[in-house]
């Protein structure tokens, strides 16, 4: 006898042993139940979540001579006929390969003729969006009036394809990717009807590998099986099978990026390949890893958000410790970007050495986020190194890191020249720098939270003091400096940074002077006495 592949031996044959779609699965009873059954369905959802499942449980309920609670009973003449597949009343169709204009025809044609048993003609057709324009045209007017012994039932995987004329005249109901819990829970119960002796361990990665899909669950725990048929599937085995890797392999890697040591990550990949790991699916592993780090660092409760041992957790606890959020983006985006470039390409290898180069070697990205690491870096090694000008070294990093977050640097439209000189360092009284940083570092925030037209006029500004608890705009546009200048608008600013930081502050605003430099760097006075001494220049 054939063997049967276990996502097919075991379809629930009734709407109980549907898993994961209860939202579905009792609206479809209810209806059945109420008698309020309609013409057109529309299942859409990503593969493997139980659409043509559904699809045919409802084609047998509907015929079937003694439904139980909405269910079929698999019992009857109808519901064994369904089920072998001989049955007139439920016809199934591929629209990939059955997509032209004289399919639909043959519909159209069939529908005119009642069933010679049971009560419903059902018409399911799978991948429906594969379907042609003139396909679809041919449908219209039999999807929406369809004799009343007639049920279509779509199933598509890309819903955005779907003409909207068809859209609203069916029921539409969306299947939603299958937790990791419920696939585990469903494998463990098929292993142990099967006789399979697998690790609860192994299961748990089988269903996070599927991706919210059953099937793919299935078909991924098959594989593993006949690899390593009559033993114990283990973790490592499943690992081996489907060329995953480890989740000790991502924290080694990660600890040799943050010490920026190249060379290990390099010796790292290399084993990798001998192993015969896919590469594909590390990256994506890999990414999910820092996902999980940055959802520990940042979320509340994020113990219970992240389904890991509590030896994985307390691993990545330490290892959260030792990296800031800004760099964990940082990374994410780079192995992000590398996923998408991956999936074609040749020599995968080298796209991933050179990724690896960018996280442990900022210095090779001229991007805002690899600008910010290592500007976090130089801040880490004055603290280290303290000598008689590191308060004011200090001082400068931060308020080019802050002016380079919120426009408060050297604007986009000043002259070359004025950007590749020498930034001049201008001391005023503590107070007024403390008031300057403290808004030019949120300067941005500000910005987003008063939105409206504030927003883009607002855009290539540069904060400087003016005083005792006032600061001045200075705007390089003079459209935006008519709207930014208006009262109204400074008045909204000065509310808004009282009731956000308790600081009563006035703003000013003027127009930035031809071919004058915005790159000033302001210091305290009191610093400055400090790490030079001669005589200095207070502004007012």
């Known amino acids: 006898m054939s063997y049967t592949a276990l996502y097919r031996k075991w379809r629930p044959l009734s709407f109980e042993d549907v898993k994961g779609q209860n939202h579905i699965v009792q609206t479809l009873k209810n209806q059945i139940i109420s008698g309020r059954i309609g013409h057109a369905y529309l299942f859409c959802g990503t593969r493997g979540t139980g659409k043509t499942t559904i699809a045919k449980i409802f084609a047998r309920v509907v015929n079937c001579e003694n439904p139980v609670d909405g269910s079929p009973c698999n019992e009857c003449a109808a519901c064994r006929i369904i089920s072998s597949g001989s049955s007139m009343n ?12 004289e399919n639909i025809r043959e519909i159209r044609e ?4 009642p069933p010679t048993d049971g009560r419903y003609r059902v018409y399911i057709i799978d991948e429906v969006h594969m379907l042609s324009s003139g396909a679809f045209n041919a449908l219209l007017k039999t999807l929406e009036e369809p004799p009343s012994y007639v049920i279509f039932i779509l199933a598509t995987t890309e819903v955005h394809k779907i003409p909207i004329t068809v859209l609203s005249r069916c029921q539409r109901y969306d299947f939603k990717r299958i937790t990791i819990d419920t696939i585990s829970t469903r494998l463990r119960e098929l292993a142990d009807a099967e006789k399979i002796q697998v690790e609860e361990r192994a299961l748990r990665y089988v269903a996070k590998a599927a991706d919210g899909s059953m099937r793919d669950a299935l078909s991924l725990l098959d594989q593993c099986v006949a690899f390593h048929y009559g033993s114990l599937l283990t973790y490592d085995n499943v690992l081996e099978v489907l060329g995953a890797v480890d989740s000790g392999v991502f924290s080694e890697l990660l600890r040799a ?19 015969g790991r896919e590469l594909g699916q590390f990256v994506t592993d890999f990414i999910w890893y820092l996902r999980n780090l940055l959802v520990l660092k940042t979320a509340d409760d994020a113990e219970n958000m992240l389904e890991m041992s509590e030896e994985n957790l307390k691993q990545l606890q330490q290892e959260a410790e030792m990296i800031d959020g800004e760099t964990l983006i940082r990374f994410i985006r780079v ?25 442990t070697k900022p210095q090779m990205e001229s991007n805002l986020d690899s600008v910010l690491q290592r500007l976090s870096e130089l801040e880490q090694r004055l603290d280290e190194n303290p000598g008689v000008n590191t308060e004011m070294l200090k001082q400068m990093v931060t308020q080019m890191g802050a002016g380079a977050l919120a426009g408060g640097g050297v604007t986009d439209n000043a002259p070359d020249e004025a950007q590749n000189h020498n930034p001049p360092t201008v001391a005023i009284p503590k107070a007024q720098l403390e008031d300057l940083n403290l808004i030019r570092q949120d300067w941005g925030k500000i910005i987003r939270d008063l939105g409206g037209a504030v927003r883009p006029s607002f855009r290539d500004t540069v904060l400087e003091p003016s005083g005792d608890s006032s600061l001045c705009i200075v705007f390089s546009n003079p459209d935006s400096y008519a709207i930014g200048s208006r009262p109204t608008v400074l008045g909204n600013l000065e509310r808004y940074v009282e009731e956000q930081y308790g600081r009563e502050m006035y703003f000013k605003a003027r127009l930035k002077g031809s071919g004058e430099r915005l790159n000033t760097i302001y210091v305290s006075d009191e610093e400055l006495k400090h790490a030079i001494h001669m005589d200095i220049t207070i502004e007012d």
């Open 90 to 101: 439920v016809v199934e169709i591929d629209a990939a390969s059955n997509n032209g204009v």
């Open 257 to 275: 990026v943050i010490v920026k040591d190249t060379t290990g990550c390099m010796r790292k990949l290399e084993e990798m390949v001998i192993q």
């Open 335 to 359: 192995f992000s970007e590398l996923s998408n470039q991956i999936r074609y390409a040749g020599q995968k290898r080298v796209l991933i050495e050179l990724a690896l180069i960018k996280l």
């Open 110 to 113: 069939q529908v005119q003729y």
